[in-house]
Each structure stands twice: as C-alpha cells, then as structure tokens.
C-alpha cells in the first residue's frame, strides 16, 4: 500500500471457545478466554523521506519521544512499533552500525520506558537501496549481518523485540523464507533471546496468507522454527476493499471479520502466534465500526493473536492525514476511542 506523509514527503509503499471450533471456521465468538492481546501503537518518522540517505535528522525524519508517546501510555497501551531505515541504521552493507544513529535510537528507547515492548521495524520492504535481497548474490548474508549487530546491542534488554522486516514483497515467500532463517539464526546466535516478529512476503498481508496453496506464506511458514522459541508471526490488515490502505473508505464488520479468520485458524492448526503490526482506519462511522470489529476479532481469539499496533501515531502527521492517531492540541483523534477499549487498561475479558 502507499501511505501519504501528511507533511509532504513523498508518498512511501507500505502495501501496506473450543480450538477445534475456531479451526473448523465457525463464528470468531466460539473462541475461548485467554489474556487479552496487549495493545499498541506506531509512531512513525524514522522511515520518512526514505530516498535520502541518510538524510538530515528532525529534517528528513524523526523519532518518537516521551511527549509523543504519552498519550498511548496514557491510555494504557503496552507496545511501541518504530519504523527505522537499514540504510540509516547501517550505511554500509555488512559493516558496522552507524554510532550516531545508534545513540539516538538509544535515546528514543530510553525515552519510551513507559512501554513494556518495544520494536524496532527495519521499514525496508525486503529491500536494501532500493534492491530485492533475494535480487543480490549476498543479500541474506547482508540480512543476518545487521541482526547479528543488532542483537549483540540489545541481547540484553528484554523490553527490546526486533521486527525483522516491515512488508516485504516482490518474491516468492519461501525465498523470503530462507532470508529470514538467516536472519533469525544469526540472532540467536548472537545470544539474542528477544521476541522476534516475523513477516511473510506479499506485504506479510492477513487476508492473503494462506491464499495461492504451495506458494503461499502459510505454505512457506507452516514448519517454522526459531531457536530461542520466542516469536511470533507479523501480519497486516487494511480496512479497504483491496487492504491497501490507500482508499479512505472501508469493508463492513463481516468482510473484515472474514479477511482475518483464515490466518487465524491458520496460526492456530499450526500452533504459532500472530501479531498485527499494522491496521488504520479513517475518522468515519463505517471505518470505525470496521475498525471495532477487527479488534474484537482478535481479543476472541486472543488464544494465537499475542498483540497489535495500530497505524499510526507520530509527530509529523500534522492533522490532516486519515489515519493518524496522534492527539491534535490536546484532542483526541475519533479512532482512539476505538483502541481504547480494547487497550491494556479497557481490554475486555
């Protein structure tokens, strides 16, 4: 999908109960009690004007800090999803990490200490300068080198989950697949025992992870294994009739409750967990009936969905962009009545 900065920077492509009763695809309300999904939130910035590089910081892009942050605390949400650049964090492929970037990006962590997990979002779409990884003779290799610095940095910090890859897309999930085996080896050999979110290809969508049989995520993904056994699926919904996220306007409840059940009965048959990285909504009275519907989807499967993070809060969305979540003076945005009642503090039970 593509998403328009609301301060002008070039549009970015985001393409964005009983078990056995789930499993057999019946009504998601079949679905038994288990804790609640913790809540979240995006802040956006880091990944902005992402064809200069590095470009210039609180120029080019930003990152969230405490002020920013504290209405999703506030409001008792748990997770914090920051999109960062690789080539920012990394400049130079397979070389070390950047240490002006890395001290802010120790100062934003420090400044978001009101959240219990924090991720950082290589927002790259599988690409590196603009270049497929499965396209490059050593683009796994490029891959795992960044998570290994990575986690030697933050092996230590449990609050820290790394978020793989934001949306890759272009190439046949199971290459995508051996990408990320190199990647989450590579972690954990480097002692890292962090939550990792693992996408899938074809924009790690929800609706479409087990469509296309043998060619599909779910096919791709279905034996997965990580080491350290702590992981769980990354996925995206749009509210939109193509899931995009480009059209300001939205399916009806049923059709969102529909696009998410075969992923869930998905991760369910197979024993993984999901977590939905991205989902926004317009400010409308339809979307935000929509938007109610997908979060209650996964709150009465909170046996496989562990969490989400709605799209997107941030200090430069100015008030004009759809999604933004992000109080304008003070006022809350219409969507975060929403996510109110489904967050930590208002989740039901």
Same mark, same amino acid.
């Given at each position: 999908?593509?998403?328009?900065? *609301?301060?002008?920077?070039?549009?970015?492509? =985001?393409?964005?109960?009983?078990?056995?009763?789930?499993?057999?695809?019946?009504?998601?309300?079949?679905?038994?009690?288990?804790?609640?999904?913790?809540?979240?939130?995006?802040?956006?910035?880091?990944? /902005?004007?992402?064809? $200069?590089?590095?470009?210039?910081?609180?120029?080019?892009?930003?990152?969230?800090? *405490?002020?920013?942050?504290?209405?999703?605390?506030?409001?008792?949400?748990?997770?914090?999803?920051?999109?960062?650049?690789?080539?920012?964090?990394?400049?130079?492929?397979?070389?070390?990490?950047?240490?002006?970037?890395?001290?802010?990006?120790?100062?934003?962590?420090?400044?978001?200490?009101?959240?219990?997990?924090? =991720?950082?979002?290589?927002?790259?779409? #599988?690409?590196?300068?603009?270049?497929?990884?499965?396209?490059?003779?050593?683009?796994?290799?490029? /891959?795992?080198?960044?998570?290994?610095?990575?986690?030697?940095?933050?092996?230590?910090?449990?609050?820290?989950?790394?978020?793989?890859?934001?949306?890759?897309?272009?190439?046949?999930?199971?290459?995508?697949?051996?990408?990320?085996?190199?990647?989450?080896?590579?972690?954990?050999?480097?002692?890292?025992?962090?939550?990792?979110?693992?996408?899938?290809?074809?924009?790690?969508?929800?609706?479409?992870?087990?469509?296309?049989?043998? $060619?599909?995520?779910?096919?791709?993904?279905?034996?997965?294994?990580?080491? #350290?056994?702590?992981?769980?699926?990354?996925?995206?919904?749009?509210?939109?009739?193509?899931?995009?996220?480009?059209?300001?306007?939205?399916?009806?409840? !049923?059709?969102?409750?529909?696009?998410?059940?075969?992923?869930?009965?998905?991760?369910?048959?197979?024993?993984?967990?999901?977590?939905?990285?991205?989902?926004?909504?317009? !400010?409308?009275?339809?979307?935000?009936?929509?938007?109610?519907?997908?979060?209650?989807?996964?709150?009465?499967?909170?046996?496989?969905?562990?969490?989400?993070?709605?799209?997107?809060?941030?200090?430069?969305?100015?008030?004009?962009?759809?999604?933004?979540?992000?109080?304008?003076?003070?006022?809350?945005?219409?969507?975060?009545?929403?996510?109110?009642?489904?967050?930590?503090?208002?989740?039901?039970?």
């Amino acid at each position: 999908m593509m998403h328009s900065h *609301a301060t002008g920077q070039t549009a970015r492509s =985001i393409r964005h109960a009983a078990i056995a009763l789930a499993v057999l695809g019946l009504p998601d309300s079949a679905a038994g009690q288990t804790r609640a999904p913790l809540a979240g939130v995006n802040l956006a910035g880091g990944e /902005f004007n992402s064809g $200069r590089k590095p470009g210039t910081y609180a120029k080019d892009y930003i990152y969230p800090d *405490a002020r920013i942050a504290a209405p999703f605390i506030a409001m008792g949400m748990k997770i914090v999803r920051v999109p960062l650049l690789w080539e920012r964090l990394q400049p130079s492929a397979a070389q070390p990490l950047s240490a002006s970037e890395i001290g802010r990006l120790d100062k934003v962590i420090a400044g978001l200490k009101g959240f219990e997990i924090i =991720i950082l979002d290589i927002h790259n779409y #599988g690409k590196r300068n603009g270049k497929r990884l499965d396209q490059m003779a050593d683009g796994d290799a490029q /891959f795992a080198d960044l998570w290994r610095r990575l986690a030697e940095r933050y092996r230590e910090d449990p609050r820290i989950a790394f978020g793989l890859m934001n949306e890759p897309n272009g190439m046949a999930p199971a290459q995508w697949r051996r990408i990320v085996d190199a990647g989450v080896a590579a972690i954990r050999k480097a002692g890292a025992r962090n939550l990792l979110l693992v996408p899938g290809s074809n924009w790690t969508g929800a609706h479409s992870w087990a469509a296309g049989g043998t $060619r599909s995520n779910a096919a791709a993904f279905s034996d997965f294994r990580d080491p #350290g056994s702590n992981y769980a699926f990354e996925m995206h919904q749009y509210l939109d009739p193509d899931s995009s996220g480009m059209k300001m306007q939205c399916e009806d409840a !049923p059709v969102i409750r529909q696009r998410m059940m075969a992923a869930t009965n998905w991760l369910r048959t197979n024993k993984h967990k999901g977590f939905l990285g991205e989902f926004g909504a317009p !400010p409308d009275a339809r979307c935000l009936a929509s938007l109610d519907a997908l979060l209650d989807h996964m709150h009465r499967n909170a046996d496989v969905w562990m969490g989400w993070t709605y799209w997107a809060g941030g200090g430069w969305w100015g008030p004009n962009y759809p999604l933004s979540v992000q109080p304008v003076k003070g006022a809350a945005r219409p969507q975060a009545s929403i996510l109110a009642k489904y967050s930590s503090r208002g989740a039901r039970k």
